[in-house]
């Protein structure tokens, strides 16, 4: 991993952490390669700039070095997940990553995420807000974990903004947080966010995962819910499975109770790789190998171990039918070569 600095070298960077509920990483280099004429921009950690206010997205778009584009804030909208600011400013391929600035005060108001990817959508694009990033930098500079709470909880979708905190499922252990559906989540006790969505939760409880007490509306009462939740592992600390130009890993869909799926799963595959040539996709889920049940990435490894180099094993994946019709998944059957077998721990394949 590499940083750049105009009309400088490129310089080793490496990762400090990865949010396993925003689209946000955190990496660091030497402050000795920033060079002194340098002008570092001020994060603006406060509240969200207002519809209409002027940015600029910086970034490397399609490769064209140090860009910027200009556009406004069009909205803010939790419909993807995470809440992001809207804005027309250009974001492609090469400035996600980037900045976005305030053209009016010149603080960095957040980080450039991602576009619409309909066929008729024309500037519509998604910012990370820059005040829950802070929220992650300041954890970190006390030295306490930043991580958000494990929460097993299905939440209404916010499909016509309510903008309400409403719980479907519940998979929690009552005597950690007595959650039950139907509840409305209204506040965080001592916290003066107002949950109007799944991410203001996770941002109220950053940091005060332990005795915290949650204000909820339930049927036409108002109760006060204390519990403790523990944070969510290190994204660096997950393990997985690299051969071939796959990479498998553990399954950490929240909902897993409701459905059992499964435990491995495919986290990516590699452009080009023999498991991109064989049609294996991002999301299948592992159901057998060489007609064996795998119930571990342990389990999956050792036997793959003893497997010799450019021997072909076969998978037995399931993949979430589209459309489902009669059946939520459909099944398929490969035969790939196993290359460049690999474990991957702390975020290094070895």
Excluded at 171 to 193: M, N, Q, R, Y
Aim: some cysteine; glycine content about 10%; proline content about 6%.
């Amino acid at each position: 991993m590499e940083v750049g600095f105009k009309d400088r070298d490129f310089v080793d960077a490496y990762k400090v952490y990865v949010d396993p509920y925003l689209d946000l990483a955190i990496i660091a280099i030497d402050n000795s390669f920033i060079p002194p004429e340098s002008v570092m921009p001020e994060l603006d950690c406060g509240d969200m700039p207002r519809v209409g206010h002027t940015v600029g997205a910086f970034g490397h778009p399609w490769g064209l070095s140090f860009t910027g584009t200009r556009g406004i804030i069009s909205g803010i909208t939790s419909r993807f997940l995470q809440e992001d600011l809207q804005t027309d400013a250009p974001i492609n391929q090469g400035n996600s990553g980037g900045p976005l600035i305030s053209l009016q005060h010149g603080k960095i108001v957040g980080i450039n995420s991602a576009t619409l990817a309909e066929k008729n959508a024309q500037n519509v694009n998604f910012v990370l807000p820059m005040k829950y990033a802070c929220r992650i930098l300041e954890l970190l500079r006390a030295g306490r974990n930043p991580s958000p709470p494990e929460l097993p909880v299905q939440f209404l979708k916010d499909v016509d903004e309510r903008r309400k905190l409403r719980v479907v499922n519940s998979f929690l252990d009552p005597e950690k947080l007595s959650l039950k559906p139907g509840d409305t989540i209204l506040s965080v006790e001592g916290s003066d966010e107002k949950l109007e969505n799944e991410t203001r939760l996770m941002h109220a409880l950053r940091g005060h995962l332990e005795n915290f007490s949650l204000v909820v509306k339930r049927g036409g009462d108002t109760l006060r819910i204390r519990g403790s939740l523990a944070p969510k592992p290190y994204i660096l600390d997950r393990k997985g499975v690299y051969f071939s130009g796959i990479l498998f890993g553990n399954i950490y869909y929240r909902d897993k109770k409701v459905m059992p799926v499964g435990d491995i799963m495919v986290h990516s595959v590699q452009k080009g790789s023999i498991g991109n040539l064989g049609n294996n996709e991002k999301g299948d889920i592992l159901d057998g190998v060489d007609g064996h049940d795998i119930r571990s990435l342990e389990d999956f490894y050792g036997g793959l171990g003893r497997v010799k180099d450019h021997e072909k094993i076969t998978l037995r994946l399931k993949r979430f039918a589209d459309p489902p019709v009669d059946s939520v998944f459909e099944y398929i059957e490969q035969t790939i070569k196993v290359e460049d077998l690999r474990w991957v721990s702390q975020g290094k394949r070895s």
